[in-house]
């Protein structure tokens, strides 16, 4: 729960800048964000200069989070482009809605209420235009400034950071039959990767770069108490203890975060007060994801994590 001075510093500036780092830290654990002080100071900058955020680390370690977090502590929409391989710039930025066009014609051939010239200048006008994720942030609508997750840019083709530079470095979109499209609320943009591939420089010069380790066993344990509450806090040191000895074993998919979040859930909804080596060799699917790290894992390798997990929640 959040003080009472936290939720009026809250309230103060929704939808502004923070004052400080510290006001920012208080926002994001008001919404159960814990997070170190680089990370803050670095989200504080990108708040202050407006400037975009390159997220990476391995999956699972709350990039996407992040930027669900502030759209939340800034009561603010959150615009999201889930990258993909094959993603184009007709699904990211915009796209002419055919089939309407295609409608409206046939409308007015059958009905004559236009002449066919003025009709033929109608098609391309706003009624007809999708915004994809891109377009919808720099959309004159917003009353403020949106925050812009563009999720896994790394699994995206290259081309398509070409077709991010113009809106990263001047926020401005040109659509040809319309003209160009400029924001008149600079969106909060927050990029990440699981660096599967490299970002190429000229996007990373336009960025703030942060780099998200997998939590020491400290922040993890307070996350999970703060995500988590009704766990038995022996209970939530195991867990812990258990996921960071996880992270020393020579796996195809270490898990993240959001994998011990999901799995104590889970151990919670089986009625485990602690662990011990049957509910673990049961529960290995919740937070591995492959069948070679669950083989490698199950038995002797997770007896011995369990036997740890104990020590280290008893002190």
């Given at each position: 729960?959040?003080?009472?001075?936290?939720?009026?510093?809250?309230?103060?500036?929704?939808?502004?800048?923070?004052?400080?780092?510290?006001?920012?830290?208080?926002?994001?654990?008001?919404?159960?964000?814990?997070?170190?002080?680089?990370?803050?100071?670095?989200?504080?900058l990108?708040?202050?200069?407006?400037?975009?955020?390159?997220?990476?680390?391995?999956?699972?370690?709350?990039?996407?989070?992040?930027?669900?977090?502030?759209?939340?502590?800034?009561?603010?929409?959150?615009?999201?482009?889930?990258?993909?391989?094959?993603?184009?710039?007709?699904?990211?930025?915009?796209?002419?809605?055919?089939?309407?066009?295609?409608?409206?014609?046939?409308?007015?051939?059958?009905?004559?209420?236009?002449?066919?010239?003025?009709?033929?200048?109608?098609?391309?006008?706003?009624?007809?235009?999708?915004?994809?994720?891109?377009?919808?942030?720099?959309d004159?609508?917003?009353?403020?400034?949106?925050?812009?997750?563009?999720?896994?840019?790394?699994?995206?083709?290259?081309?398509?950071?070409?077709?991010?530079?113009?809106?990263?470095?001047?926020?401005?979109?040109?659509?040809?039959?319309?003209?160009?499209?400029?924001?008149?609320?600079?969106?909060?943009?927050?990029?990440?990767?699981?660096?599967t591939?490299?970002?190429?420089?000229?996007?990373?010069?336009?960025?703030?770069?942060?780099?998200?380790?997998?939590?020491?066993?400290e922040?993890?344990?307070?996350?999970?108490?703060?995500?988590?509450?009704?766990?038995?806090?022996?209970?939530?040191?195991?867990?812990?203890?258990?996921?960071q000895?996880?992270?020393?074993?020579?796996?195809?998919?270490?898990p993240?975060?959001?994998?011990?979040?999901?799995?104590?859930?889970?151990?919670?909804?089986?009625?485990?007060?602690?662990?011990?080596?049957?509910?673990?060799?049961?529960?290995?699917?919740?937070?591995?994801?492959?069948?070679?790290?669950v083989?490698?894992?199950?038995?002797?390798?997770?007896?011995?994590?369990?036997?740890?997990?104990?020590?280290?929640?008893?002190?």
């Open positions: 729960m959040s003080t009472v001075s936290e939720q009026r510093a809250i309230q103060q500036h929704a939808g502004r800048d923070f004052a400080s780092v510290d006001e920012l830290e208080r926002a994001l654990r008001s919404e159960k964000y814990v997070t170190e002080r680089g990370l803050a100071t670095t989200l504080y990108t708040l202050r200069l407006r400037k975009p955020l390159l997220l990476e680390g391995e999956a699972g370690v709350g990039k996407t989070e992040i930027a669900k977090t502030l759209a939340a502590i800034l009561e603010t929409p959150l615009i999201r482009l889930q990258c993909y391989e094959g993603l184009d710039a007709s699904s990211a930025i915009y796209e002419w809605d055919y089939p309407r066009q295609m409608l409206y014609l046939r409308t007015i051939e059958a009905t004559g209420g236009q002449d066919v010239e003025q009709a033929r200048r109608n098609l391309f006008g706003e009624e007809f235009l999708l915004k994809r994720p891109l377009l919808q942030a720099i004159i609508a917003h009353d403020r400034s949106p925050v812009l997750l563009i999720d896994e840019v790394d699994r995206a083709d290259q081309e398509l950071e070409a077709f991010l530079l113009e809106l990263l470095s001047d926020f401005q979109v040109t659509v040809p039959e319309l003209g160009t499209i400029r924001a008149e609320h600079v969106p909060i943009v927050i990029l990440t990767s699981n660096r591939r490299e970002i190429h420089d000229a996007l990373k010069r336009r960025c703030l770069y942060y780099w998200i380790d997998f939590p020491t066993f922040k993890e344990f307070r996350i999970l108490a703060a995500k988590v509450p009704e766990a038995p806090e022996r209970l939530a040191r195991e867990i812990c203890g258990f996921t000895g996880l992270r020393e074993v020579d796996l195809f998919k270490p993240g975060m959001a994998e011990t979040l999901d799995w104590a859930q889970a151990l919670l909804a089986l009625g485990t007060r602690e662990l011990h080596d049957t509910v673990v060799d049961e529960t290995l699917g919740v937070i591995l994801k492959y069948q070679e790290d083989d490698r894992v199950r038995g002797d390798v997770a007896a011995r994590l369990v036997a740890r997990a104990a020590r280290v929640a008893a002190g």
